[in-house]
């Protein structure tokens, strides 16, 4: 069966510094992979999709990144972190249905 | 352009009551839906969804939905609603062959004994 993991579950970082998360996906082959947002009491804002190693696809503009280096590898990322960047983080795969990872909790102070 | 509505922010049941909780949505084509439901500090985990074919879907933990196309309605439903069920639920809709999904703003359920 297909699992999705994301690391770190909860992360505190200052203002100003450099952000990676990882989302990788287990059991399928070339998903579709997606980072959404979730501000507090927000629903889900999608930040990147992609259908493919290297396609990378932009919701909202940001100083946020994506890349997938390999198939079932997606890692979202910030040179500088603004306080605004802090919420909920939820990586996905789909086929044609969603499913989700655990997410990260991002704090910026 | 497409939309999803929960018109419900909150909801408060009493344990052992039925429960629906109402999504709309406005879409050019038949699409595909889903029910989520989340969990403080959690991911979103499917519920049930609705591709086609039969119009009453059957999803986990008890729950139910009804796709009803005159009303662009995919209500979700469950006749007698246990204390683990307070979280918040959201509705999304998708189409064929698109790799975006659009949610809803979310229902927060809270289930008082």
């Known amino acids: 069966s297909q699992t999705i993991h994301q690391w770190p579950a909860t992360l505190v970082q200052p203002v100003g510094s450099p952000l990676s998360l990882e989302c990788t996906v287990e059991?399928?082959?070339?998903?579709?992979l997606y980072w959404y947002r979730q501000a507090a009491g927000r629903g889900l804002q999608l930040l990147f999709y992609s259908v493919g190693i290297g396609q990378i696809s932009s919701e909202v503009p940001q100083n946020l990144s994506a890349s997938r280096p390999q198939d079932r590898q997606f890692i979202l990322s910030s040179k500088k972190l603004l306080l605004s960047d802090s919420g909920f983080y939820l990586c996905?795969?789909?086929?044609?249905?969603?499913?989700f990872g655990p997410g990260t909790r991002l704090l910026v102070l | 352009a497409q939309s999803v509505t929960q018109p419900d922010i909150h909801i408060t049941v009493s344990e052992g009551a039925s429960l629906e909780l109402r999504c709309n949505y406005s879409y050019g084509a038949t699409p595909y839906l889903f029910w989520y439901v989340q969990s403080p500090g959690q991911g979103l985990q499917l519920l049930l969804k609705y591709f086609s074919g039969d119009t009453l879907v059957q999803g986990i933990k008890g729950f139910e939905a009804e796709f009803k196309r005159s009303q662009s309605s995919f209500n979700l439903r469950k006749p007698s609603v246990h204390w683990s069920d307070a979280a918040e639920y959201f509705c999304a809709v998708g189409l064929a062959g698109y790799q975006k999904v659009t949610f809803g703003t979310g229902t927060k359920l809270q289930v008082i004994p």
């Open positions: 059991g399928t082959s070339n998903p579709n």
């Open positions: 996905a795969w789909s086929s044609e249905t969603q499913y």
